[in-house]
C-alpha cells in the first residue's frame, strides 16, 4: 500500500513513531526482558492462566500455516512466541522473539502495538509497517482485557505471510481473544462462589472518560449505560465516598438553584436502576466497591506514569455535561495531565497530544513538541506547518 492510501490509525502511528525517534532501517526490535527475567514474568502474569487455551486454539492453527502466534503484556513486551522452527527463524531476524518489546514508539508501527495504543483489534499490512525490516510481514491482534477491571492485560498477535492479510484472520484473533476474557471471567465467578469469609459487597466499574454517557458493569457480569443526568450522579457519587447530602449533590448536579425535588426524581430513578443495595441515602453514597478509568488515571499521574496515563487518556469525563461539579473534576484532571506531558518532555508524549482531538489546537503543546524534536527531526517541518496555521487562525 502506498502512503496515499494509508489507512488513518496507520498514518497516526506513523507519526508517533517518528516522533519517539524510531528508526526506519532498523531492523531488530529492542529487548526489554532480559531472558532472566522472562521466565518469573510471565508465570505471574495473569495470561498464564489461559496461554495454554490460547496456544490449543489458534498456536497449532499458525504452525500449521506458517505464521506465529504472540502474546504480549501490557507494555507491549512479547511473554510467548509460538510457530513453526523455520518461521521462528525468519521472525528472529527483525527481532520477533520472546522479551522483545512492541510497543510502536521502540518498534515502529506494528499491528500488536497498534492494538496496545487503541485498545481494539488491529491489523497492519507489509508495508503499512514503519519499519522497513517488517515490511515484508504482515500481523493481526486484539486486546485481551481483565473482565472485572476492564483494564488492559496484553496482546494476541499473528503474524505471518499474505495469507494473514484478510479479514478472516481477524475474527478467528478477535474470537481467540474473547475465548481468553471469557475463560478469565468463569476462573473469577468459580473463585468467587468458593466460600469466604470476607463480606465484601458488589464490585462496580464506571467507564466514563471520552463518553457522553457512563458504561456501568457490576460483578463482571451485568452492563448498562446511563443516562447523561445519572452518568453525572454517580460520578459526584463515585468521588465522594462519604456521601453528599441532597443539597451537597444539588450543587455540584445543577447550575441553576431550587433543583432538589428533581435531584430526589432522578436518584429515585437511578435507585430503581442500580438496586437498593448499592445506592444508599442520607447522606448519598454508593455502597459498593467501585472502580473508574478516571480514578486509575489520576493514580497513573501520582505514581508518576505519564506513559500509561496518556494512553489511556479516552478523552475529558463527560465531555458534553455542564453540571458543575463535573466539569471541574473534568477540567483538574485533564489540566493534570496535560502538565504532566508538558513536564516531560517527551517528543512521543507531546505527539500524541497534539494529534488527539483536545490537543489538536494546543498551541503550548506544539511548541513544546517543536522545542523537544530539534532542528534535524523529520517531524520539525509538520510541527512548524502546525504551528503557522494556528498563528493564521489566532491572527
Partial sequence: MGRDGMRAEVADSWHLSAAAGVDVERVEAPITLAESDLRDHRAAHPLAQVFPLLDDVLGQAARDCGAIMAVSDAAGQLLWVCGSPSTLREAEKIGFVEGSNWDERLAGTNAPGLALRLGQPAQVRRSEHFRHSVQQWSCAASPIHDPTSSTLLG???????????????????????????????????????????????????????GRHEALLTIDARHSLRLSPRHSEILLLLASAPHG????????????????????RAELNRLRNLLGDDLLASRPYRLCCGVAGDWLALEAQLAAGDVRRALRDYRGPILPRSTAPGVVRLRDQLHHSLRAAVLASKEPDLLS??????WGADDYDMWVAQ???LGAVSPMRSLVDGQLARLDRDLA
Avoid: F, K
Avoid at 500524541?352 to 482531538?357: N, P, Y
Fill in 155 to 209: 496482546v494476541l498477535d499473528i503474524t505471518g505471510n499474505d495469507d494473514i492479510a484478510v479479514p478472516q484472520t481477524m475474527a478467528m484473533v478477535r474470537a481467540a481473544a474473547r475465548m481468553a476474557e471469557a475463560e478469565l471471567a468463569r476462573d473469577l465467578l468459580t473463585r468467587a462462589a468458593q466460600p469466604v469469609e470476607s463480606t465484601a459487597g458488589p464490585q462496580v466499574v464506571v467507564e466514563l472518560l
Fill in 244 to 263: 453528599l447530602s441532597g443539597d451537597e449533590l444539588a450543587v455540584l448536579v445543577y447550575e441553576d438553584d431550587g433543583a432538589s425535588s428533581t435531584l
Fill in 370 to 372: 517543536r522545542d523537544a
Fill in 352 to 357: 500524541t497530544w497534539t494529534r488527539s482531538r
